[in-house]
């Protein structure tokens, strides 16, 4: 409790003059994992200008084309994005 006593100041702070617009970036390695082959994939959110979120995965399957890599990391960004 008097970790939040002390910290009731902190948080993100919006103007309502600027334009808020939610954002989100990915990017991603191809098979960089030699015991596996699975890629990574990092991902960040920004609302304004402002970080809101980010993250760092181990993908779930096997791609077989570094176009495929972008577009699993593309998927898996865009249906976080509607969390938002």
Same mark, same amino acid.
């Given at each position: 409790?008097?970790?939040?006593?002390?910290?009731?100041?902190?948080? @993100?702070?919006? $103007?309502?003059?600027?334009?808020?617009?939610?954002?989100?970036?990915?990017?991603?390695?191809?098979?960089?994992?030699?015991?596996?082959?699975?890629?990574?994939?990092?991902? #960040?959110?920004?609302?304004? @200008?402002?970080?809101?979120?980010? $993250?760092?995965?181990?993908?779930?399957?096997?791609?077989? $084309?570094? #176009?495929?890599?972008?577009?699993?990391?593309?998927?898996?960004?865009?249906?976080?994005? @509607?969390?938002?």
């Amino acid at each position: 409790m008097r970790y939040v006593k002390g910290t009731i100041g902190y948080g @993100l702070h919006y $103007s309502h003059l600027l334009k808020i617009e939610l954002v989100g970036f990915s990017d991603s390695d191809w098979g960089t994992n030699l015991d596996d082959r699975k890629s990574t994939f990092e991902q #960040c959110f920004s609302l304004g @200008l402002r970080l809101i979120t980010w $993250s760092s995965n181990k993908q779930s399957t096997v791609a077989l $084309s570094s #176009c495929e890599v972008e577009y699993i990391a593309l998927t898996i960004v865009s249906a976080q994005a @509607l969390w938002f």
